[in-house]
């Protein structure tokens, strides 16, 4: 059964950095997309970043220069490096990786920055 791991989160300071990870285990193919998504309450979860098996990369307005998705397709793992953070990226970061049988998301990171 695949799973998707997220970890990295934390508390921080505004201006700080956090670096987020997704294992996916349970799985030999190597997912083609990745993405990260974010959440906070009583919101709609929102694109962070996408990542393709080749490295290629979109993000969202909001990110852009400031976060950085890459992956290590030999462990199946996507990070998310996040510098300058803001008060306004405090949410729940997840982890999608859809396939054409199935879309798997994890359970969840949680990101508070204090300001």
């Known amino acids: 059964q695949v799973q998707l791991v997220e970890s990295g989160g934390g508390l921080v300071q505004a201006g700080e950095s956090l670096r987020l990870s997704c294992a996916a285990s349970g799985s030999i193919v190597i997912f083609n997309t990745m993405s990260w998504y974010r959440q906070v309450l009583g919101r709609q979860r929102e694109l962070v970043a996408t990542i393709s098996r080749s490295g290629s990369t979109e993000y969202a307005d909001a990110v852009k220069g400031r976060f950085t998705i890459s992956r290590d397709n030999g462990k199946n793992t996507i990070y998310l490096q996040m510098n300058s953070l803001k008060p306004e990226d405090t949410a729940v970061y997840y982890c999608?990786?859809?396939?054409?049988?199935?879309?798997?998301w994890g359970k969840g990171t949680l990101v508070t920055v204090s300001s």
């Open positions: 999608y990786a859809p396939t054409v049988v199935l879309n798997y």
